[in-house]
């Protein structure tokens, strides 16, 4: 197998540390290294880099750094149909040319045994991972070796899979010969319950097919139709939300990924959708640096970035600024920030550049990326100090001014 590394010279900034940028950064072929504008998958292992692909390509890893292609000299992972990561963080890619492969200490292995070529997946609190082949239920379980398939009734195809914290199985189905045949069906490993079409007080009656599915902490279902907008499900109630009854922006929904279990950010053919509550917020190429309205993917990183594939680029967006990299390994930083371990309080000793100001915004965010102190103060002899006692322990970045820094509250 070949592989292929580029550096993006790009992220040397601020001494390789912890680098903030504005609220958008959009790489395509024109302004970095990927090879193809059209993103459809895009997945964050336990590393927190980047994995993406398309059905034309091999997967594509971004460490925030560099760019490493696997090329076409690694058939088992050419032509993809989905990137994914389980839950210890390992990725797995499912490729029409030969089903599942995992990446492993820089070595891709192939499961010759798991006949899947469908990017219809989703993985269990077990590490069990079930994909679904025309209206075949798989699972299998990656440490064991062993493979279990499940027949659903009425021979309606997959079309979208998501797992409940009670680990009951949810999946969209669709009679591919019919219009408007589009179901919902659970399964608790025993027995199939189907949610169907049956006339026009069902909230998903004129739905063809549903795309993708996303399930917060409290079992309430997100169902993501081919033409008639979200549904959601409590369990109890059964809501729809499209252009006639909300500011969804479109009815073609691609991707629906959960941010803390208040936000949903939806994908459409029309840009990308923010749903907090009763309010929506749209992105699109009209009021924001989304590259393409045609959103296929996205996924949230550590530090809550949104990693978005568009059919012109790969984006990143953040509110309060993308944060592009944290490197550990770096010990020397722009920012000198002592004591540290701090308890109560810390001192910024600023660099010149700063120490003619009057006053300097500060900025300090957790290791998630969340902003959690915000000040101007003014540096007395260069150097200022910061009541930092109200923070929980754990690792912390500052940014002051074009510096930042790292530091340990105890």
Request: aromatic residues 14%; neutral net charge.
């Amino acid at each position: 197998m070949k592989i292929k590394y580029y550096i993006y010279f790009a992220f040397v900034l601020v001494q390789h540390c912890f680098t903030q940028t504005t609220e958008w950064k959009v790489y395509n072929i024109s302004t970095s290294l990927i090879p193809f504008n059209i993103v459809r998958f895009v997945s964050i292992d336990s590393l927190n880099n980047v994995w993406i692909g398309n059905y034309e390509s091999n997967p594509i890893k971004f460490d925030f750094k560099q760019w490493t292609i696997f090329d076409k000299e690694s058939p088992s992972i050419y032509s993809l149909q989905s990137v994914f990561t389980d839950k210890t963080g390992k990725t797995w890619v499912v490729s029409n040319t030969a089903g599942l492969s995992c990446f492993n200490k820089n070595f891709w292995i192939n499961k010759s045994n798991v006949k899947s070529y469908s990017g219809i997946y989703s993985v269990d609190i077990f590490n069990h991972i079930w994909f679904a082949n025309a209206d075949i239920l798989t699972d299998y379980n990656d440490s064991t070796g062993q493979l279990i398939n499940y027949s659903a009734s009425n021979d309606y195809y997959f079309t979208a899979l998501a797992i409940d914290s009670n680990q009951n199985i949810w999946c969209g189905r669709s009679d591919v010969n019919k219009d408007f045949s589009a179901r919902i069906s659970k399964y608790d490993k025993k027995t199939w319950i189907d949610f169907k079409q049956i006339d026009s007080s069902m909230p998903f009656y004129n739905i063809d097919r549903f795309t993708c599915i996303a399930i917060d902490s409290k079992n309430r279902k997100w169902f993501g139709s081919e033409n008639n907008g979200v549904v959601s499900y409590n369990d109890v109630i059964w809501e729809i939300f499209n252009t006639k009854n909300s500011e969804i922006g479109s009815d073609k929904i691609n991707s629906l990924t959960l941010e803390n279990d208040s936000i949903l950010w939806i994908g459409t053919t029309s840009g990308l959708i923010k749903k907090v509550r009763n309010s929506w917020l749209k992105f699109d190429t009209s009021n924001s640096l989304l590259p393409s309205n045609q959103v296929y993917s996205i996924n949230i990183d550590r530090f809550n970035n949104k990693w978005i594939g568009t059919n012109a680029g790969l984006a990143v967006f953040r509110e309060g600024g993308v944060i592009i990299h944290v490197d550990d390994s770096k010990k020397d930083t722009g920012l000198e920030i002592s004591p540290n371990p701090a308890t109560d309080y810390i001192y910024l000793n600023l660099p010149d550049g700063l120490r003619a100001n009057h006053e300097v915004d500060v900025v300090i965010y957790n290791s998630m990326g969340m902003e959690t102190m915000k000040l101007s103060a003014s540096a007395s002899g260069g150097q200022m100090k910061i009541d930092v006692s109200a923070l929980p322990a754990g690792v912390y970045f500052v940014r002051c001014g074009g510096e930042l820094g790292k530091f340990v509250k105890e």
